[in-house]
């Protein structure tokens, strides 16, 4: 049996000889790889966390009429023209008025019996009542029914007032503004609505009516149907809309999206401005950005620090071994065939290491996940983050057991020998 065939059973046989070595660079591998494992699922949850709250931030933009000494509406043709650009996924506006509701002919009361209040309704026209505020932040949320849009009409109310009045979704109501020669405008009910949290604590004051009506008494209606009611209240030019507010599907395209659209030249930027809302977004991206980069540190410090123990105790391990190392490279084993058998020996424990880590890292992850502020069940690893660990793994393996024998490996064999008599 030549000295290439005894490479691999010297390997082993020293594996097993230095059982202390071996389980100490087992636990060590067995350590290091879980937590790298547990680091790259989490790094993954948490990219995959920032790329859903990019779409759901209600991140926006408003176009606004200037307020100078001339008021130019929001026309329909700049806001399809906006709409349109690739990222804007979708477009509204609130125009509020006072409104009376009649239910076959019986007009409606709201729960305030306050006077000149009890009877009236806070009436809200959208483009797309899902991107109302008060639905986007969670003060309302629809129980039954869709939301209204352009094209798709209907007045969304308050679930207990149509339990009041045993109305259902696709009975037809009667609105009108609150002045008695108003046009009625029928609208069927599209959906019904809950109060999550109501701004019970708000002032009320004249300078902002809202104030007067508790979200109970809030009806949404689509814009066509808001126009037809307020039509003795609009100028006869234009759509009397001042703001549009429009939302984008990934937040952190936003600034892309309004240099695009303030870079239109068909629209006249004196008459208008954009303002950006998203700070929403802004504080939450930089909280996960801050998670992200401690979730990335730790990695790479871990995996210094751990080459550096490696490394250490190799360097020891081969010290250890000059007389032996001497014997293999006087009988005529190359050089090679020694770096080979250490490399052979350190990938005996990493094979019995790694597919451990994987296991318990999937066990793990999880509850070291919740430690980030993350959610257990989306803390996953993959094989691929297996695949890239172990590849990762045995070349910086290899690399420590060539630092570790530079120094002997350097030297000749009677050197070697010499310095062991």
């Known amino acids: 049996m030549n000295h290439k065939t005894n490479l691999g059973i010297r390997a082993v046989l020293h594996t097993v000889r230095k059982w202390k070595k071996t389980l100490l660079l087992f636990c060590l591998l067995l350590f290091i790889t879980t937590l790298v494992l547990s680091g790259m699922a989490i790094a993954d ?49 609130s125009h509020w008025t006072i409104v009376n509701l009649y239910n076959q002919d019986t007009l409606m009361k709201g729960t305030d019996e306050r006077e000149y209040v009890a009877d009236l309704f806070y009436g809200s026209g959208c483009f797309d009542s899902e991107y109302s505020p008060l639905f986007l932040s969670g003060a309302l949320r629809l129980t039954e029914g869709r939301h209204v849009t352009e094209g798709n009409s209907g007045i969304i109310l308050y679930e207990g007032l149509a339990e009041k009045y045993g109305l259902s979704l696709g009975d037809t109501l009667e609105i009108k503004n609150g002045n008695p020669g108003d046009p009625l405008v029928e609208c069927e009910i599209a959906g019904l609505f809950e109060v999550i949290a109501d701004d019970n604590d708000e002032q009320a004051t004249m300078a902002r009516p809202s104030t007067f009506y508790d979200y109970e008494e809030y009806v949404f209606v689509d814009m066509d149907t808001m126009s037809a009611i307020s039509a003795p209240y609009t100028a006869s030019e234009g759509n009397g809309i001042t703001s549009v507010d429009f939302f984008v599907s990934d937040a952190a395209k936003l600034e892309s999206i309004v240099q695009e659209v303030q870079n239109n030249t068909s629209i006249d930027w004196n008459s208008y401005y954009i303002t950006v809302n998203n700070e929403v977004y802004e504080r939450i991206s930089s909280s996960l950005s801050d998670t992200s980069t401690l979730v990335t540190t ?29 014997i293999l490279l006087a009988v005529g084993i190359e050089k090679y065939a020694v770096l080979l058998q250490q490399m052979l020996e350190i990938c005996l424990v990493a094979i019995a290491a790694f597919p451990l880590a994987y296991l318990a890292s999937r066990e793990m992850a999880g509850t070291l996940g919740t430690l980030f502020g993350k959610a257990a069940e989306n803390v996953i690893v993959t094989p691929q983050h297996f695949v890239l660990v172990t590849a990762a793994g045995v070349g910086l393996l290899i690399i420590a057991v060539l630092v570790s024998c530079i120094p002997v490996m350097r030297m000749q064999p009677k050197a070697i020998l010499s310095q062991m008599e």
């Open 45 to 93: 949850a948490q990219e995959e966390q920032s790329e859903e709250l990019r779409g759901v931030t209600g991140a926006s933009f408003t176009v606004n009429a200037n307020n100078g000494y001339t008021l130019q509406p929001v026309t329909d043709e700049m806001i399809e023209e906006i709409a349109a650009i690739d990222g804007v996924e979708s477009y509204n506006t």
């Open 298 to 326: 730790l990695i790479v410090m871990i995996t210094v620090v751990s080459m550096v123990l490696i490394i250490l105790i190799l360097f020891m391990s081969i010290r250890s071994r000059k007389r032996e190392i001497g």
